[in-house]
């Protein structure tokens, strides 16, 4: 931090200095500012002075400093202030009056007035927020070992992080998976083929509801959060409010082991500024403007992954309610730097606003939850259990306690069925599914997920500049040493140069009648042909959709007899 000449420079009121003087036996009176600084440096500096200074404090007093020469020698004020008290910022003529030396307000404010701490502004990785700080040269000069007091076992100290011991059992065990990395295969194969449209930041909900079927894990938050990583990942892109797949980047992570994978997309979620988690907690609603339109999420979810790897046991399982509180009790500011629980508008369900440090379990506290429950799990870092965690392997090499696992994968061949149906295992490689779910039609997702060759697939993959030897070739290259079914080769040659025609087919509603003069005299009455549409031959003929209704009445009217054949 800085010394005690530049604190009484930079971070101290000229009202005050006389007051500190006084205290210090030193005298500055008709001295210019910079001589009294020196004065007063050097009285501060002095190591008999600064014992009688010690020696003038309470038990709590020194409590409170001992704690913040253990934490570094500075602290948060917010959570100074919380530990010992705020400090009435005062200056000459308050002084006088107040008399904050003799009287403190608190413990803070003791150490505050005699010169023992004072306060700066500092810029965290969070953001800007001011802190208490003993300065350097002057902490070198104070008696630390000198206890000449009893009591301290009753007050807040801390050397050491509250750990979060192992449990020994737990209930309700869901093991972690690795299945983002298929469904975000699935999610970039729907993007290359429909380049959906976005809507904050995520799909519409007509393609959400679109791509769900064909998802391992068919969870809301999940959803929201693949898309949130997948941009994050720096795997899609967005241009003029339309999603596609980062050709070569996608392409990249396609071709990457499942472990791999799993890396780039965890690792993508610890630097995301796009997804911010605390707008997708349960039950908390963050409103726009004032400081939170400035919330760094990467910068807040790295502090948290840092306290994680010190507080929880490497392998054995932990409760997530002791470690939410070990962060309250270590860092519990550590998403909101100047320590101000008022300037953030957060609604819960019942709209009522989330203020005050008394809110922090239903705000940070809920948070803490989400990152392990949500993101952590789905990426496949932690497994869970009832108000219970467990670090994976993943988790581990995550958090650096260990090397990231470098299994190869096992690879599992494409089956393909003579009518055009391929299964194709989780373990098949992700490159190869992306490519045949881009001239298939989608059937469903699972261990294997299945598509169908047929004529809407490959003129889907025409669409894309995919033609049939393409999908030829991939196909006898997934089948190795078996040859390509007849059927499919068939469909592939009949395919070869495009459709040589298409077709229609939809549902009308036919009026037949018994007789071809009967329709004659239809046609030929104004009232009557208005309901009608093409001529099907002598005896029938179209009726426009939705016009059964006045038809039937119009042909009562005119004395014809209207039966309806289901």
Do not use: C
């Amino acid at each position: 931090m800085k010394t005690i000449s530049r604190t009484l420079q930079e971070d101290t009121d000229a009202g005050m200095l006389p007051a500190l003087a006084k205290f210090w036996k030193t005298s500055v009176v008709g001295l210019e500012r910079s001589a009294m600084i020196a004065a007063l440096s050097a009285a501060m500096l002095d190591p008999d002075r600064a014992e009688k200074a010690w020696d003038s404090l309470s038990d709590q007093q020194r409590g409170a400093l001992q704690m913040l020469l253990g934490s570094g020698g500075k602290m948060p004020m917010a959570k100074f202030g919380r530990l010992f008290g705020e400090i009435r910022q005062m200056g000459a003529a308050q002084i006088e009056r107040e008399k904050p030396l003799e009287n403190p307000a608190t413990v803070a404010e003791g150490l505050y007035y005699r010169g023992l701490v004072a306060q700066s502004f500092e810029v965290a990785d969070t953001g800007p927020r001011v802190v208490v700080y003993v300065p350097d040269d002057l902490a070198a000069v104070l008696p630390l070992r000198k206890t000449a007091y009893s009591n301290l076992e009753n007050e807040p100290i801390e050397q050491e992080p509250a750990t979060v011991e192992p449990l020994p059992d737990v209930q309700g065990v869901l093991q972690a998976d690795t299945s983002i990395v298929d469904d975000l295969t699935t999610l970039l194969a729907y993007l290359q083929l429909h380049s959906p449209l976005l809507e904050n930041e995520a799909l519409v909900e007509v393609d959400d509801k679109r791509l769900k079927p064909y998802l391992l894990k068919q969870d809301d938050a999940r959803q929201r959060f693949l898309f949130g990583i997948a941009l994050s990942a720096d795997l899609v892109e967005v241009q003029t409010g339309k999603a596609y797949p980062k050709r070569a980047e996608a392409r990249r992570w396609l071709g990457l082991s499942r472990a791999e994978q799993v890396r780039a997309l965890a690792e993508g979620w610890r630097g995301a500024a796009l997804y911010r988690d605390l707008w997708h907690v349960p039950g908390l609603h963050p409103e726009p403007g004032g400081e939170l339109d400035d919330y760094d999420p990467a910068a807040v979810r790295d502090g948290v992954l840092e306290l994680m790897g010190e507080l929880v046991p490497r392998q054995e399982w932990w409760s997530l309610e002791a470690f939410i509180q070990a962060v309250k009790a270590t860092d519990p500011d550590f998403q909101r730097p100047d320590g101000n629980y008022e300037s953030w508008y957060i609604r819960n369900d019942e709209g009522d606003f989330l203020n005050g440090f008394e809110s922090w379990d239903a705000v940070e506290g809920a948070l803490l939850e989400f990152y392990v429950n949500g993101p952590m799990h789905w990426l496949g870092l932690v497994d869970r259990a009832e108000d219970a965690a467990r670090l994976t392997a993943y988790g581990r090499a995550f958090l650096g306690q260990s090397a990231w696992p470098t299994q190869p994968d096992p690879e599992d061949k494409i089956t393909v069925k003579d009518d055009g149906t391929l299964l194709i295992s989780r373990k098949s490689p992700r490159v190869d599914r992306f490519q045949a779910a881009r001239f298939t039609t989608w059937v469903s997702a699972g261990d294997p997920y299945t598509y169908k060759l047929d004529a809407a697939g490959v003129q889907q993959a025409a669409e894309q500049g995919i033609n049939t030897g393409h999908i030829a070739s991939f196909i006898s290259r997934a089948l190795g040493d078996v040859p390509v079914p007849p059927t499919i080769m068939r469909l592939l040659d009949n395919w070869r140069s495009g459709p040589a025609a298409a077709v229609t087919v939809e549902q009308l509603m036919v009026l037949r009648t018994t007789a071809p003069e009967t329709l004659e005299r239809i046609l030929d009455t104004p009232a009557l042909r208005r309901y009608l549409g093409a001529r099907l031959g002598p005896m029938a003929v179209v009726v426009r959709a939705g016009q059964w209704d006045g038809l039937r009445a119009a042909l009562g009217e005119a004395g014809i007899q209207a039966e309806l054949v289901e």
